[in-house]
């Protein structure tokens, strides 16, 4: 059973704010609500702004979380209008913030090998997955992107080995990340995947998931406007017998197990 | 001067008494469930939830959102679960939230809309029925009720036969002549209007040069139309008898505020959850603020005071 605990901060504390790569942020704001409920994979709906264009909130994975602390950090990167401003904003200043939203990965695992396949800033939630099954598990982590000054900060997944592979050569294995994939399970039959990027990746790890008959657990991304289930903006397609129910990304999801979206020969 | 200690907020719309004028816009909050965590719907002066079709709708694909300069446009296409379903599984729980329940509905046919209200209308949460004809997303479906208004008037009359709840007609914006439209659904017996739907739009990609949504146009909402719909409640409050909901871009007790003194009974708040999920409850804390302030007793004195330039 999910628990539903979603908290609206209109006043959380920007703690830092730093540029990690090209047009690449991390954010990290003090609120303890988040904090304490964040479950891996859940996002934040956040405003960019207070006027009122942009207009509505902007939804974030959470990338990492120090509890105690009461701490709540995400990484992005600026494409458009809300993500600008946001990169804006200074340290000591204050975020509205609503979250943790949505349904996260499944982390209830104990002395299993799951491997984490991440593209661009597919990486961000996985980190804090990775960081939580790494407790318990044995975590193998994928990391792909266009170049590495766009990827998140590696440096902090210490918890857990990785591989890398960027299109341009910049760092690790030159080319996708999936090629990687497709190698390590040549040799390994891990328990579980979870992937997170690009729809097409996704699409291409749920394909090698499905031939080897390996558990994957996806996160998809929409347009979103509510965040929380009100608006039916952000549905996608739901695969099999009960297609006519189509699944809300922000609420049922962002994290699906791959035979439940219809990935329509896109794999 | 006296100082207020109790303002007093309530309203009564076409015999419903609400214990507030803020209620929520159809399509924007689910069934009521979806800003729980926010906000108890026991604080609103009614729950308007979402548009009901008779069968089950898929609604539109996907893009089926676009933000705009300070609006949005949907084209959500009115997906929902069906009024068997709705009726049995969406409503029964809402008994709980002790607050009225407005059940927005849309047809393809009047035979639809008739049969659509005489069901809702078996169940005891329901306390009245928003007619929608005005969604432009249902290609064959609302837009050709709302833009006539001898097409309006069929419905209501089809509606108000089929139910003793009082019937509210949500007028869409997308019309020549709002007073003109206000007045035939009067005439049909139409006993509170909610103004405004949203206004027809669509936005272009110019990277892939081609509409944004999938379904190409949509009805924009937010503080972008708030100008026309206050002008539109306005312009119909001044003519008609029966009661005004006004909508359209409400963030803020201010804007709310508008719409009261254009001649609005109570109004709704929809595009403002998204950006603040506590925007009803705080619209409704604005509004006594604004009253005790100004030494305003009950809301209902300021409806339509701007009529005569706030002499
Ligand atoms: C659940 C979820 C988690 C997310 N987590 C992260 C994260 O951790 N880090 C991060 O950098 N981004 C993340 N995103 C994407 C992020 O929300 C968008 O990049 C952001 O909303 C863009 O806002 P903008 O105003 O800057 O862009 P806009 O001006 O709105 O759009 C600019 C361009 O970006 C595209 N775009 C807009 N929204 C999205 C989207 N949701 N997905 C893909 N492209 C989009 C538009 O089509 C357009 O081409 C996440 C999205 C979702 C749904
Ligand atoms: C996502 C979304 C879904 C909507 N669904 C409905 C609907 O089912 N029936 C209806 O009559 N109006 C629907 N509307 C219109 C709103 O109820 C309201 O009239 C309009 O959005 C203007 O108010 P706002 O600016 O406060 O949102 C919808 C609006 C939005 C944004
Ligand atoms: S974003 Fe509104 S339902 Fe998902």
Do not use: H, I, K, Q
């Given at each position: 059973m999910w628990k539903r605990v979603k908290y609206h901060v209109p006043d959380a504390l920007v703690v830092s704010q730093r540029q990690t790569g090209t047009n690449i942020y991390t954010l990290t704001i003090a609120c303890r609500e988040i904090a304490t409920e964040a479950k891996p994979g859940q996002f934040v709906h956040l405003r960019c702004s207070s006027g009122l264009d942009p207009l509505l909130r902007r939804p974030f994975s959470i990338y990492q979380v120090e509890r105690k602390e009461g701490l709540v950090s995400f990484c992005y990167q600026v494409v458009g209008k809300g993500t600008k401003l946001l990169s804006r904003v200074k340290e000591g200043t204050f975020l509205d913030v609503m979250g943790p939203l949505g349904h996260g990965f499944e982390t209830e695992l104990c002395g299993k090998r799951v491997g984490l396949i991440g593209g661009g800033l597919g990486i961000a939630p996985l980190i804090f997955l990775g960081q939580e099954l790494a407790k318990n598990n044995e975590v193998q982590g994928f990391w792909g992107g266009r170049s590495k000054v766009m990827m998140p900060q590696l440096a902090v997944t210490s918890d857990f080995p990785y591989f890398l592979a960027t299109e341009d050569g910049s760092a690790g294995h030159r080319g996708l990340v999936t090629e990687l994939v497709e190698q390590w399970l040549q040799q390994e039959t891990p328990d579980q995947l979870y992937a997170c990027g690009p729809r097409p990746m996704l699409a291409a790890v749920a394909q090698l998931a499905r031939s080897k008959e390996i558990p994957l657990q996806v996160s998809l991304e929409s347009v979103m406007a509510c965040g929380v289930g009100a608006c039916l903006g952000c549905i996608c397609e739901k695969a099999g017998a009960d297609e006519e129910k189509r699944l809300k990304v922000c609420q049922d999801g962002p994290v699906f197990w791959a035979e439940e979206v219809q990935w329509d020969g896109e794999n | 001067m006296e100082k207020i200690e109790q303002v007093d907020l309530s309203v009564n719309l076409a015999g419903l008494k609400l214990k507030n004028p803020v209620m929520t816009a159809s399509?924007?909050?689910?069934?009521?469930?979806?800003?729980e965590d926010f906000f108890s719907p026991a604080a609103l002066g009614a729950l308007v939830v979402k548009g009901v079709t008779l069968q089950p709708r898929k609604g539109n694909p996907t893009p089926r959102l676009v933000e705009t300069a300070a609006g949005l446009l949907n084209a959500i296409g009115l997906e929902n679960p069906g009024v068997e379903t709705v009726l049995a599984e969406y409503l029964p729980p809402l008994a709980s939230y002790n607050v009225p329940v407005i059940v927005n509905i849309s047809g393809n046919t009047l035979e639809e809309y008739g049969e659509l209200a005489a069901r809702l209308s078996t169940c005891s949460v329901v306390k009245g029925i928003e007619v929608n004809i005005s969604c432009p997303n249902v290609k064959e479906g609302g837009i050709a009720f709302g833009s006539h208004p001898a097409t309006a008037a069929k419905v209501v009359r089809v509606v108000k036969a089929n139910t003793d709840l009082p019937v509210i007609v949500k007028l869409s914006?997308?019309?020549?002549?709002i007073v003109e439209m206000a007045l035939a659904v009067e005439e049909a017996g139409a006993d509170a209007l909610s103004l405004i739907n949203t206004l027809l739009g669509m936005a272009i990609d110019i990277k892939k040069r081609q509409p944004i949504l999938a379904n190409v146009t949509g009805g924009l909402s937010g503080p972008a139309v708030k100008p026309v719909a206050v002008r539109m409640v306005w312009q119909v409050a001044q003519r008609v008898k029966i009661p005004l909901i006004g909508l359209g871009g409400i963030v803020t007790a201010a804007d709310a505020l508008e719409f009261i003194m254009a001649g609005a009974t109570a109004i709704a708040v929809g595009t403002g959850q998204f950006v603040n999920p506590r925007c009803c409850v705080e619209v409704i804390a604005g509004l006594a603020e604004y009253c005790r302030a100004n030494e305003v007793k009950k809301i209902s004195e300021l409806r339509g005071v701007a009529w005569n330039g706030g002499k």
């Open positions: - | 399509g924007t909050c689910g069934f009521g469930e979806a800003y914006p997308n019309v020549t002549d």
